[in-house]
């Protein structure tokens, strides 16, 4: 059996899939809503007009999550460190796999790198690359990384996370995997905001190009290995979120260059990620002016055209 916490877009859409092969506790925070998911199989909220498989229970309570071996953590990245010491005993012999993408505002880690320190003998996963719940959710075909440090861990890992639709390459650089998820999320604001504005589909491409650029220097910086950021963790999810519209952190961009308001719940992580990422990078002295324009747009210091009109402005260079 196999446990996922968190029931919104991406925890249940991983528990649908592998509930082609196996039973699945999804486990949501919310009694009220555990039950009305539980009642109308289906998560009308996040995941509408996808019919739960009957290998699915929902529940609110965490005993039900006993009897899993692994459990995959889909939940905001903001929010791990809390739900991970609030259940701290019940996860403490059990394989743990982050799903979740971007940076902890307050410590600056990565979801492995947290769940490391609240949880310090275990070899925690991280699950990501470039997917959208609703795709795996109808099991379209879709390739993740999933990345551990520890080789047996993940090899043991691979097969049993692994569906008919959901094919998983294995990484033992996890850093690189955790950077390349949490920053494309930077660079989807920033495409998001590049087409809002009119500035058109090649302005596009040089910020996808010049954003991997940013990535890659961050995440080198960190330790990242060059091979895993142009993988499907860095690269290909780079790609997918920096040009689709079904993408949260993508539409998010295209707001803020209309000065409009977000006023939906869904999670949006490249936020709080250009913060963190903005941060480290300062004391670094790393270089990332497409995430500090970000960060300024965001905090409402500039607009986004003044921002583009910045990015224009900076010193001619080699590539
Ligand atoms: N939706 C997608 O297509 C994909 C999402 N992800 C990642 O998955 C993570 C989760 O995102 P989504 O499921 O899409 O977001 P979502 O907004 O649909 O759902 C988040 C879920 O986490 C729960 N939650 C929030 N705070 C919590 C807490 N303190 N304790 C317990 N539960 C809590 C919410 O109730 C909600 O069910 C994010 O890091 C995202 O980047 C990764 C790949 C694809
Ligand atoms: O991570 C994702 C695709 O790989 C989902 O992107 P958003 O969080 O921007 O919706």
Redesign the pocket.
């Known amino acids: 059996m196999i446990g996922v916490?968190?029931?919104?877009?991406?925890?249940?859409?991983l528990a649908i899939s592998l509930a082609s092969k196996t039973d699945v506790i999804l486990w949501?925070?919310?009694a009220q809503?555990a039950d009305h998911m539980q009642n109308t199989r289906e998560n009308r909220k996040?995941l509408p007009n996808v019919a739960l498989p009957a290998k699915i229970t929902i529940s609110a309570d965490t005993d039900a999550l006993h009897s899993a071996d692994q459990i995959l953590l889909?939940?905001?990245?903001q929010?791990l460190s809390?739900?991970a010491k609030?259940h701290r005993t019940i996860l403490s012999d059990k394989d743990l796999i982050a799903?979740?993408?971007?940076v902890d505002l307050q410590t600056g880690k990565g979801p492995v790198g947290m769940l490391q320190q609240i949880f310090p003998t275990s070899h925690p996963s991280i699950l990501?690359g470039p997917?959208?719940?609703?795709d795996?959710a109808r099991g379209l075909p879709t390739a993740l990384t999933l990345a551990n440090a520890d080789p047996d861990t993940a090899l043991r890992l691979q097969p049993i996370l692994s569906t008919d639709t959901l094919r998983l390459y294995i990484s033992h650089d996890v850093i690189g995997a955790e950077l390349g998820?949490g920053l494309k999320?930077i660079m989807a604001i920033a495409c998001g905001a590049t087409i809002g504005a009119g500035m058109g589909e090649s302005a596009r491409a040089a910020i996808i190009t010049r954003g991997f650029a940013e990535l890659r220097r961050f995440a080198l910086a960190q330790g990242a290995q060059a091979d895993t950021l142009i993988g499907l963790s860095g690269f290909g999810d780079l790609v997918l979120t920096c040009t689709s519209d079904?993408s949260?952190n993508y539409r998010f961009g295209q707001t803020l260059a209309k000065d409009a308001t977000w006023s939906s719940?869904?999670?949006v992580?490249g936020v709080t990620t250009a913060r963190a990422v903005a941060k480290t990078a300062a004391n670094q002295g790393i270089d990332m002016p497409i995430t500090k324009a970000i960060v300024a747009v965001i905090e409402h210091k500039i607009t986004v055209k003044d921002a583009i009109d910045a990015l224009l402005a900076r010193p001619l260079k080699k590539e």
């Not at 889909?74 to 990245?77: D, E, G, I, K």
């Not at 799903?99 to 971007?102: E, F, H, R, V, Y």
């Open positions: 916490m968190g029931a919104g877009a991406f925890g249940t859409a949501s925070r919310d809503n996040r889909a939940v905001p990245m929010q809390t739900i609030m799903c979740c993408k971007g990501t997917s959208f719940a609703a795996i998820g999320n079904k949260r719940d869904e999670t992580e």
